[in-house]
């Protein structure tokens, strides 16, 4: 099963009001994205919940602020986790494109909290 191509707009503009309510951040926000598609091993991709059990393609898309060291992960249009100045797993993973599920996204953070 193959998902649709992400909307990319609507995404970013979940990314600019995600860092807003973060940052208190009024200027205007440039992120970057990059979109890669990424197999899951049922239809829920990297959220928990009922899926079915079949093999799925959907596409990733990576949002980052760099003012911030901010970065989003979003799973096919629907937002999954941010994370501020991720670790080596996380570019290593993003290196790969092979993004860690929601329930695993912990292991992407540093010792020191935001």
């Known amino acids: ?24 951040e009024t200027g205007t926000l440039e992120p970057e994205l990059s979109v890669f598609p990424q197999v899951w091993e049922s239809t829920a991709l990297g959220f928990e919940g009922f899926g079915g ?3 799925t393609t959907a596409y990733t898309t990576v949002a980052v602020e760099p003012r911030h060291e901010t970065y989003a ?6 937002f999954a986790y941010i994370l501020k100045a991720p670790n080596h797993k996380f570019f290593r993973d993003l290196t ?4 860690a599920r929601v329930a695993e996204y912990k292991n992407y953070e540093e010792q020191t909290k935001w």
């Open 1 to 24: 099963m193959r998902m649709g191509i992400p909307n990319l707009q609507k995404i970013e503009d979940d990314f600019k009001e995600r860092v807003k309510e973060i940052f208190g």
């Open 53 to 55: 059990q079949a093999i």
């Open 96 to 99: 790969n494109h092979r993004m």
């Open 73 to 78: 992960v979003f799973f096919d249009n629907s």
